[in-house]
């Protein structure tokens, strides 16, 4: 007698994953990201010119005199990697011959061209008309747009920005900027677009910046608030981004800081923590600073950890890299060329490491943080290079604990997920015992 066929329970259906909760600024943020692909994706059609640059330094404002486009290869490798495209980018630029010490964000976009440069958003990015390069303590941009001309053969120009060896700026370093914006960049930006410049347009768009600028230091030093109603680092990230990509001194990033800036001071006003893709952080734990870009491929994952322990960044040099708003700089309108300049010498990234060890303890201090925690991004050397210095350095002149966790801007390869959780969960477990040590002191 044959024996009777044992049917499985039926599978219980997958339980679908819950809706990314966000503040309307961050919504209002992805609809702007999204436009810029579009109008980038139109603009040849339209009859304007696209000029390709980078986050540090840019001078966007500037570049919206000629009635260019804008786009920054950075901000389409990370948008790739948080829609978990650029694993895929990163291997055929391998394959294609990059090493893979290479920083990822340039594999990432060169893999994008050469799969026939689809954007982001599925739409085709032309290709650009001018590559403006503002040097900026980074090396690895000078062979990136080296890379990319070798494809589209495009005009290229260079604004060299002197490092701050000696952490200051000196009146030599400003004038040989404003001589490169003024003889060269300006001139190639003319011959291109086809358009004058009018430094009247500037000084417009410029009063716009200021603008934004205000509202956007007002919604990060909210942090210093108990509980803070934001998240430093990964909600960071929302308010950075019109500010630094394509919208700085467009009536819209104004628009939009202004929306943020009344959305966080309701929550301070109501004493509510920040928002985070599962919602509200109720209860607050742990205040820490971080240095060093996020994960972009596990970003939601990696915030995740943050908040399951009730661990807040209040502060982070990460949402520095375009601006170093918070200790002062605004672009003036009064002297648009000069303040141009200056905003490209100060950029987090030509600080020297003195100076980023005194921003880190100030933000300590400041912020009322535990502690600091580094994360190290395995192919970026212009953030991952002194970190260690860093860490002993911070520990030793504000007597908070350091750690690090190690991961990547969008390869997913480097990104381990248990490794990074218990390094973090060990952390502030160090964080708890020297809590309860100083209280019997």
């Given at each position: 007698m044959s024996t009777p066929i044992q049917m499985m329970p039926p599978a219980a259906p997958k339980k679908p994953?819950?809706?990314?909760?966000?503040?309307?600024?961050?919504?209002?943020?992805?609809?702007?990201?999204?436009?810029?692909?579009?109008?980038?994706?139109?603009?040849?059609?339209?009859?304007?010119?696209?000029?390709?640059?980078?986050?540090?330094?840019?001078?966007?404002?500037?570049?919206?005199?000629?009635?260019m486009a804008r786009s920054l290869p950075e901000t389409n490798a990370l948008q790739n990697g948080m829609r978990k495209k650029s694993g895929k980018f990163i291997m055929d630029a391998e394959r294609d011959g990059h090493s893979e010490d290479v920083c990822t964000y340039v594999k990432s976009d060169l893999g994008m061209l050469l799969n026939g440069a689809i954007g982001p958003t599925g739409e085709p990015l032309p290709a650009p008309d001018l590559l403006l390069l503002s040097y900026t303590g980074c090396f690895t941009f000078m062979k990136w747009f080296e890379l990319v001309r070798q494809k589209y053969g495009c005009e290229t120009v260079m604004l060299h920005v002197p490092y701050q060896g000696d952490g200051r700026v000196s009146k030599a370093m400003r004038d040989y900027v404003l001589k490169q914006i003024t003889r060269e960049v300006i001139p190639a930006l003319e011959r291109v677009s086809g358009v004058k410049f009018d430094i009247d347009r500037l000084r417009q768009y410029m009063r716009e910046s200021v603008k934004a600028e205000e509202d956007l230091v007002r919604v990060l030093q909210s942090a210093k608030n108990r509980p803070s109603p934001i998240d430093g680092y990964f909600g960071a990230v929302y308010y950075i981004g019109p500010m630094f990509t394509a919208f700085r001194g467009a009536p819209e990033a104004t628009q939009f800081y202004s929306v943020l800036r009344q959305e966080i001071d309701e929550r301070v006003r109501q004493g509510k923590g920040p928002i985070t893709p599962d919602g509200e952080l109720t209860e607050e734990k742990y205040r820490l600073v971080v240095e060093g870009p996020p994960n972009w491929t596990s970003f939601r994952d990696f915030w995740k950890m943050f908040y399951d322990e009730g661990a807040v960044v209040v502060a982070s040099t990460y949402a520095k890299v375009g601006g170093v708003y918070d200790f002062g700089f605004r672009h003036d309108p009064d002297h648009p060329l000069e303040s141009l300049a200056e905003y490209c010498l100060g950029c987090y990234t030509n600080l020297n490491f003195p100076q980023r060890v005194d921003m880190i303890c100030r933000y300590i201090e400041d912020y009322q943080a535990d502690g600091l925690l580094i994360n190290s991004i395995k192919s970026c050397n212009s953030f991952s290079a002194g970190q260690l210095l860093i860490l002993r350095e911070v520990e030793k002149r504000t007597g908070k604990p350091a750690a690090f966790v190690e991961s990547d801007l969008v390869d997913p390869r480097y990104f381990s997920a248990a490794n990074i959780k218990n390094r973090l969960e060990s952390y502030l477990q160090m964080i708890k015992q020297k809590r309860a040590a100083a209280a019997v002191h």
């Open positions: 994953p819950a809706p990314v909760q966000k503040e309307d600024a961050m919504w209002l943020q992805k609809e702007m990201i999204n436009r810029n692909y579009h109008e980038l994706g139109v603009a040849h059609d339209q009859g304007r010119k696209i000029c390709a640059t980078f986050v540090p330094g840019n001078l966007n404002e500037l570049v919206m005199c000629f009635d």
